[in-house]
């Protein structure tokens, strides 16, 4: 049988447009093993470890007619020299120049008639070091526990680990009639959804409302977020193709400092009652980072000044681990940008998130697919565009927090540095947060549009100084 994408993966596909490119990405910052590193050897590192990664050699293909959703298939073609790629960095090979190859990267689309990634051996970095700019399609991978090049081809030793050799031979491609035939196969094996494509191609609206219902449950706490919409913000705008991108650099060890001393005390009695957790400081520095950046532009802040972000949650359980797809759960999250008080912001922030899980209220995805898996991949399409046309509705922003591995990482003998997220911008976003713990470090990478968040560096200073104010308010010294 063919192996198709699942409603929430294809979602990622229909969500995409023009301006709004569906892929998650990343830099990384490397120092050179002794012996030197070059492109040659990136990309024999690449082909000895895509083995463990088969979606990467394989591409999407559409069933005539839309009777199904589109399947994977192996790209009987596949180039690897096309989606291994290297660049440079004129002198000096700066960081703000850097960041300029990174936003043109990731402002591309990929080419949907190849698999669905590429990555970017960057050299002529100040100091010798280089950098590795990846994408690869949300389709394919939720960038929290699925498997990417980007991760296998990193070891815990510079020592490569050493793997078996790969004699990998494409299956032909399927034809159309073959792809037909599984379609209806799949539709047979599951009569309702034939019932459901019949009523549908009748415009039977009753058959909608039926699978709604029996999704309430789940869907019940994100209607009535959407019932109240976001406040407005200068945080979401008209966006264009075009990205800017912006970094910052925090210690993990800061964060916890925070997370002990606002638990007890906090500064003029404001006290963060029921323990804070690390994701709670990481949101409060978010928080004052952005009421630092609307000052900046002259917005107006008053005490009842809310942002809304969205903080996707993975939900993929243990026996699930390591495989491809998506499980995201999302809790809706007012950040208190009116409140001047660090501790404050904190304590509300960590409030809020309790309240959160307490209350199961979150947009689950789970209870998503049970509403548009239902549905001929016409009418999915449909409403995941229709979904996108409204997020500014929902939210503001996104803030995504994954954590990574305490110790440092290697690929063929270059110790991994710094790691950057890239999370792509729905439409009416200008900007999106993501960040990884890595090493000691929290490095976070804000990927915006060029004209609506022209200023974005701004706002990636303002989180380093965010999180200052926070260790600084309770009573602790910030890590050098």
Sequence with gaps: MADRLNPLDVSFLYLEGRNTPMHVGGLAVFEPPA????????VDLIEQRISLVPRYRK????VPGHLANPVWMDDTAFDLGYHVRRSALPRPGSEEQLKELVARVQSRPLDRNRPLWEMYLVEGMAGG???VIHKTHHAMVDGINAIDIGQVILDVTPVPRALPEDLWMPRPEPGAATLVMDAVTDLVRRPTAVADTVRMGLA????????????AGGLLSAAKVAARPAPASPLNASIGAQRRFAVARTDLDDYKRVRKGGTTS????????GGATVNDVVLATVTGAIRGWMLSRGESVTPANTVRAMVPVSVRGDSESGQLGNRVSSYLVDLPVGESNPIVRLSQVSYAMK????????????????LSGFAPPTLHALGARAANSFTRRLFNVVVTNVPGPQFPLYAAGAE???MFPVVPLANGQAVSIGLTSYDGGVYFGLNADRDAMF???VLGSLIEESLAELVEATGGSRKR
């Design 35 to 42: 012996d030197g590193f070059d492109y040659d050897k990136f």
């Design 59 to 62: 591409k999407i293909k559409s």
């Design 129 to 131: 070091r280089f950098a």
């Design 204 to 215: 039977d609206a009753r058959s909608v409302v039926s699978k709604v219902s029996a999704a």
């Design 266 to 273: 906090g500064n003029g009695g404001a006290t963060v009652n």
């Design 355 to 370: 309240a959160h899980k307490e209350s199961g209220q979150s947009v689950g995805a789970d209870a998503l697919v049970a």
């Design 416 to 418: 991994m540095l710094e």
């Design 455 to 457: 200023d974005v560096d």
